[in-house]
C-alpha cells in the first residue's frame, strides 16, 4: 500500500502562481511514474503531466509551457510548479503513482483561479 499525500492548494490571481506538492510513503524512484491529474466541476479528471522513474517528463498541451513537474528523491516529494494561472485551471488536482501492479491516488485538493 502507497500513500499519497497532497498539499499546497488553495485561491491564486490569474496571472499567479502555486505549488502542488505530493508526498509519497515509498521511495519514490521504486515508482513507476508520477503524474498530476486535475479534475474542474463536470467535466472528466485529465491527466496534466508526469515524470517517470528515469524523470522523463510529459505535459498535456493546456499546461505546456506554463507548469512544471519535478520531484526530490530525498524528501520522497514530487511536486506541480504552477505559473500564469488561468481561471480555466480551476479544478480539483491529484497525483497518482503508478507501481508494477497497482496505481494509488493522493486525496485531492482544490486550486482556485480568480479573474
Known amino acids: 500500500q502507497v500513500q499519497l499525500v497532497e498539499s499546497g492548494g488553495g485561491l491564486v490571481q490569474a496571472g499567479g502562481s502555486l505549488r502542488r506538492s505530493c508526498a509519497a510513503s515509498?521511495?519514490?524512484?521504486?515508482?513507476?511514474?508520477m503524474a498530476w491529474y486535475r479534475q474542474a466541476p463536470g467535466k472528466q479528471r485529465d491527466r496534466i503531466a508526469t515524470?517517470?522513474?528515469?524523470?522523463?517528463?510529459n505535459y498535456a498541451d493546456s499546461v505546456k509551457g506554463r507548469f512544471t513537474i519535478s520531484r526530490d528523491g530525498a524528501k520522497n516529494m514530487v511536486y506541480l510548479q504552477m505559473n500564469s494561472l488561468k481561471p480555466e485551471d480551476t479544478a480539483v488536482y491529484y497525483c497518482?503513482?503508478?507501481?508494477?501492479?497497482?496505481?494509488?491516488w493522493g486525496q485531492g485538493t482544490q486550486v482556485t483561479v480568480s479573474s
Open positions: 497518482r503513482a503508478f507501481l508494477s501492479q497497482d496505481n494509488y
Open positions: 515509498i521511495n519514490i524512484f521504486s515508482i513507476n511514474v
Open positions: 515524470i517517470t522513474s528515469a524523470g522523463g517528463t
